[in-house]
RNA sequence: CGGGGCGUAGCGCAGCCUGGUAGCGCGGCGGUUUUGGGAACCGUAGGUCGUAGGUUCGAAUCCUAUCGCCCCGACCA
């Protein structure tokens, strides 16, 4: 399956796969500062505590409807979209077939597999007017399955691999940093089906593949350590840990891990050796949670790579043999006339939790800086004197120039002092911005500032558009 | 679920102890002067003081109940 690598465009946040724009906006009003729906606060609401969701409340990304559960506002929905859009990308990549399943779900499934007593007062219970017994998925495995069994008999048809993104609820006792530990959650989850335990074991390998991607084009590097499978069970599973300061759960690891970097390689998704080199190297180094942490494991580490921090889990990939094709009676025939059940697994990405983790591995004391690969929007405008002639005309060209070329500006177009502008830009973390002001446009020049580094040069308006298109790899 | 805290204007807070016409800063709106890193001044709008009951001549303030939110811990994608 070809996947375009380009950055998507996103027009109102409405994205599908192919990478494409589908609409374009009415006379860029979705762009354009003065008329869009960009609620920043200068002073931090008191409930936020991690700097991932001060940010996310000061820059008007959310508003928390109650406890754990956020409305998306217009520029976090098109970050959150971004973040799911590379996750379809590289799913659809590695052959994974997209699909939907719905957030409520009948108890009676659960029954099944026996956990809807094993969950717990974590899973939302509901009743239907009909007094029957429903609840809001937490996961998907029961419901999968049932797709599975209703519909495939045949070795034949496999392998197969489903995934959806959807949203999920946990009703957690206690959320909290924001979208990172919310109860009602954005997530990825796919199910791998095969034959056999070296089938279901390539699919492993080759999810874990597609997730060094994934966070990497995201910005992000994401450690896979072993882990814990807790109630999904299962014996082989690696949690992605991306390292920051806020993290939830302690890491040990060999420094010589984060040194490794997946890169532009092309992989054959279908091919075992590949997909077990890639799984080996990066695998082969200590790398653990507190849950699975082996001190005389560590200690064997030369004392200079120990490496102790915290981490975000942002993913995790289950083989779970079949535990639940036995429980739901998944079963094929194969190529000798017996039933089998499958061999399964579970892959999720915390698509919402992915926001509030690219913050706090990317900020500083003025705001965030988006990485490019998630960035709401490819680069700011700022117009230091709205109103001047000359000033405003360089703007909509600059502007035009930019979107013509596929590119999704924010036009800051306010009647705004330029202290404040900036400080918007800076809070919002667009990791580009281009300045306008008489000063230099009397020497034909524009701005060209790095959110992350600081840096500015000045060039034509029209070097400055080329080289955005260059760093966003557009033509 | 144990322990603690907080609900007063869009946001941040004071007022409560010791009951007596609800305040400040930021933000909003109008205006004047400003204009390359969150400007100054003038004016102006905006609040069932979380909710319900009680005590009282009178409750944001005291009492009771209740709902919500936050923090620490245990738990978790």
Redesign the pocket.
């Known amino acids: 399956m070809q996947v375009a690598k380009r950055a998507g465009v996103l027009c109102g946040g409405f994205i599908w796969p192919s990478g494409k724009p589908s609409l374009t906006c009415s006379k860029g009003v979705l762009m354009r500062l003065s008329r869009y729906f960009l609620p ?11 700097v991932s969701h001060r940010l996310m409340l ?1 820059a008007g990304m959310i508003k ?1 409807s ?3 559960i956020y409305s998306w506002l217009p520029m976090g929905y098109k970050v959150l979209k971004r973040i799911e859009q590379i996750v379809h990308e590289e799913q659809q990549r590695a052959g994974h077939i997209p699909m939907l399943m719905p957030t409520l779900q009948p108890a009676d499934l659960w029954r099944e597999s026996g956990r809807y007593d094993a969950y717990g ?2 899973m939302l219970r509901i009743r239907d007017r009909h007094e029957r017994d429903m609840l809001y998925g937490p996961t998907n495995e029961e419901m999968i399955t049932d797709i599975f069994r209703a519909h495939v008999n045949s070795y034949k048809d496999l392998p197969l691999t489903l995934y959806h993104i959807q949203w999920k609820f ?1 009703d ?6 924001g ?5 009602e ?1 954005y ?1 990825k989850d796919g199910y791998n089906f095969d034959l056999t335990k070296e089938a279901a074991l390539h699919a492993y390998n080759r999810h874990l593949v597609t997730y060094l991607r994934t966070y990497e084009r995201m910005g992000l590097q994401a450690i896979p350590m072993r882990a814990d499978s ?3 069970g299962g014996d082989n599973t690696h ?1 992605f840990l991306v390292l920051a300061d806020t993290g ?2 302690e890491v040990f690891y060999d420094s010589e891990i984060t040194d490794l970097k997946f890169g532009d390689r092309d992989i054959d998704y279908d091919s075992v050796e590949e997909c077990q080199g890639v799984l080996e190297e990066f695998t082969s180094r200590y790398a653990r949670t507190d849950e699975t942490h082996d001190e005389a494991e560590f200690a064997a580490i030369p004392e200079e790579r120990r490496r102790t921090a915290r981490g975000i ?4 990939i289950f083989y779970f043999g079949t535990k639940y094709s036995d429980a739901l009676g998944a079963k094929v025939v194969n190529d000798n006339q017996e039933q089998v059940p499958v061999h399964m697994g579970s892959h ?1 990405i ?1 698509v ?2 992915l926001v509030g983790a690219i913050i706090e591995a990317s900020h500083d004391d ?1 705001g965030i800086i988006w990485p490019e690969g998630v960035t709401p929007f490819h680069c700011g405008i700022v117009n ?2 709205q109103g001047d002639d000359e000033a405003d005309a360089a703007c909509e060209q600059l502007y035009s120039a930019l979107t013509a070329r596929g590119l999704d500006p924010l036009y800051d177009d306010r009647k ?5 502008k ?6 919002i973390g667009l990791p580009w911005r281009i ?7 009397k020497n034909g020049v524009v ?1 060209l ?1 790095s959110r992350k580094s ?1 840096e ?1 040069v000045e060039l034509t308006p029209e070097a400055a558009v080329a080289r955005i298109a260059e760093i966003y790899a557009l033509t």
């Open positions: 920043v606060l200068k002073e931090t609401p008191s409930e936020a505590q991690i000061r928390q109650s406890a754990g007062p974590e946990r957690e006792v206690r959320p909290r940093f979208v990172m530990r919310g109860r959650f997530m807790g109630p999904i949690e939830e759960s889990e942002v993913g995790q999720g915390g919402s939790r003025k230091l004197k705004e002092r330029a202290g404040g900036f400080a918007t830009m800076d809070l300045t306008v002001g008489p000063r230099g446009l701005e500032t600081g500015s």
